[in-house]
């Protein structure tokens, strides 16, 4: 199999795609109730957090730039942009339109998930959920670009490569067990790294809680999952954002989604 050389122009833009997501957490607000006894200001903890962050975001895109190529899995409009592809509106349309689809699957299924769950989940987390002040921007670049750069282009494929290597010896292309290890591996950690949001805006974490969140997250992350393998980085993006948009939408009429 041929093997690229390191992009260093694809890592650039994807790192600060990300970093400008990562970027806008700092202008976030939390519940005041959670901010107290805080060891330090808020905002020195939200540089500290973002410093964090970047280093995660910086080591996710090593991982994503140096190994995609070699397990076949890509960021298609990311990469011809930089090509200088004059057919950019058409590759874009390629990702836009599973994006979209992915992302009304994954807004159904987490909607289901969350009606089915609500009588069990803490009145207090379902009041703050409702009226959280997340931007909207930062929903779109923290949620939608800077996680799938970590979690899907990073940890999803550095999962693949490690399977490729291990069950196929680096051989041929990855089969499909690497590529479900990987894909339920990551969608998992996804949930899970949602479980620190959910302890800012309920005073304990139930056990039907933690599950709602585990759960509701990995959901959506097999969807992102699925669309990175099957149509490149920006479709699971895209998939992303717009299920943010939604979740705006659904969050007026006193709906929680947390992902």
């Given at each position: ?10 890592f ?6 990300g ?10 607000s ?22 964090q962050?970047?280093i ?28 200088g ?25 987490n909607?289901?998930?969350f ?7 803490p ?22 670009i ?5 979690l ?9 490569w490690?399977?490729w290597?291990l ?10 067990a ?6 339920v ?5 996804f ?15 139930t056990?039907?809680l ?18 990175y ?9 895209l ?13 007026k ?7």
């Amino acid at each position: 199999m041929a093997v690229k050389r390191f992009d260093k122009p694809l890592f650039g833009l994807l790192w600060l795609m990300g970093f400008v997501g990562e970027l806008s957490v700092l202008f976030v607000s939390f519940p005041a109730e959670a901010m107290a006894n805080l060891p330090l200001p808020v905002f020195a903890i939200k540089l500290i957090s973002l410093l964090q962050a970047l280093i995660i975001l910086s080591i996710a895109n090593f991982f994503g730039v140096m190994l995609s190529p070699k397990v076949g899995l890509s960021a298609p409009l990311s990469e011809a942009f930089l090509s200088g592809n004059s057919d950019l509106s058409h590759i874009f349309k390629q990702q836009a339109l599973p994006g979209l689809i992915g992302g009304s699957v994954g807004i159904a299924l987490n909607l289901a998930w969350f009606l089915s769950m609500k009588p069990l989940l803490p009145l207090d987390f379902l009041t703050a959920a409702a009226n959280t002040t997340i931007p909207f921007a930062t929903r779109l670049l923290k949620g939608g670009i800077a996680e799938e750069i970590v979690l899907r282009w990073g940890l999803m494929t550095l999962l693949v490569w490690l399977c490729w290597r291990l069950l196929q010896k680096g051989k041929g292309q990855p089969h499909g067990a690497s590529i479900l290890i990987a894909t339920v591996v990551s969608a998992l950690m996804f949930g899970l790294l949602h479980l620190p949001a959910a302890a800012l805006l309920s005073a304990s974490l139930t056990l039907p809680l933690v599950v709602y969140v585990i759960i509701g997250n990995t959901i959506f992350g097999l969807v992102a999952g699925y669309l990175y393998v099957k149509h490149g980085l920006e479709s699971a993006m895209l998939a992303h954002m717009f299920f943010h948009v939604v979740l705006v939408a659904v969050q007026k009429m006193s709906f929680t989604i947390l992902v």
